[in-house]
């Protein structure tokens, strides 16, 4: 169950992180798009007005009109080098790697303008000015449609990926407290099943576990061990109630060990321990006992230094056997330990069958 904890935790911290990252990568998207979204407007805008002060410069010449025309062909110049400076910042990381956006085309046209510009107009002059233009006219328009498309994109592509970022920011919030809702869960279970003090079974998970396994005849024999501290309340009256609350838990972790895999250890209640063996005959039951009699015996539990020993009843379960019949040879067994001296294993077989 450590495990288990351990890594649903792990999951936790580890959803919390991708939230956390993708929180943080919303936060820079905002500031990027904050920051680059006047420039989407700023560049259409002037590429618009680029296309509309080409076509005025146009008509003032042809309409002989001279000194406007130099503070426009100024503005477009002007707009030109602004345009060329913006654009940069229309282009998405990635995406754009590459790619050049600048008015070329336009700039070429509008250096053939400015060169046709004599004064005074020729009818020559005139017609070039009439030709380039239309070209620039053109040009200039598919350049601004080309920003507007390049804008509409980027504003998708990051809309896009801001829809990204809430719907998975909600699934992780949603698989949080999903996984925060099964850890509830399997900590209410586990509460349910084992004993709080000691983290072993308890005895209404026990009696479910035998009740299964007395129907299986591929577990039995099955054997059966009771035991109990000697002298526990000496101890509880000598150190005080922590101390025994320690010397519960340090002999429930030892046998814990002790069986490992092999059976089922329940606390029955007080300072009495039970352990249930699938597959184990009698004897072999002893032996266990008898080791675990040992373990618990090399106990120093401190700071109490309290000298811990237990007894123990040792059984073997019967195929079709209750329970209570099984258990009243084991406590039969167990009080012969205790009259006997103590720190002892003792073994009171069934009965053989007629």
Known sequence: ????????????????????????????LFFYEST??????????????VRGGIQRAAKLYLGNDFKDLKVVIKQVNVDLQHLEKHVEYIKLPVVDWGKCYHPKNVKACWSRIKESFTVPPTPLSREKILKFSEIC?????KLTNLYERIVSRNLFILNAFYAGIFIASISIILLLVRIIVIEINQNLEKRASFDALTGVLNRATFLEIFEKLSKNSTYFPVGLIVFDLDNFKKINDTYGHNAGDRVLQEVAKVARRHIKKTGYLVRWGGEEFVILLPKTNIESARRIAEKLRALIEQLKIMPCGAKVTASFGVTEV???????????????????AKNRGKNRVEVEPPKPTP
Not at 10 to 20: E, F, M, Q, S, Y
Not at 36 to 49: F, L, M, P, Q, T
Not at 137 to 141: G, L, N, S, V
Not at 328 to 334: F, M, Q, T, V
């Open 318 to 336: 019967r195929e079709g056997e209750s329970l209570e019949e099984a258990f009243e040879r084991a406590d039969k067994a167990l009080y012969r």
């Open 137 to 141: 006219w053109i040009e200039a328009d």
């Open 1 to 28: 169950m450590g495990v288990h904890k351990k890594t649903v935790s792990i999951r936790i911290l580890n959803k919390l992180a991708a939230l956390t990252t993708l929180i943080i990568f919303a936060g820079l």
């Open 36 to 49: 680059k979204e006047r420039y989407y407007a700023e560049v259409v805008n002037i590429s618009g007005k």
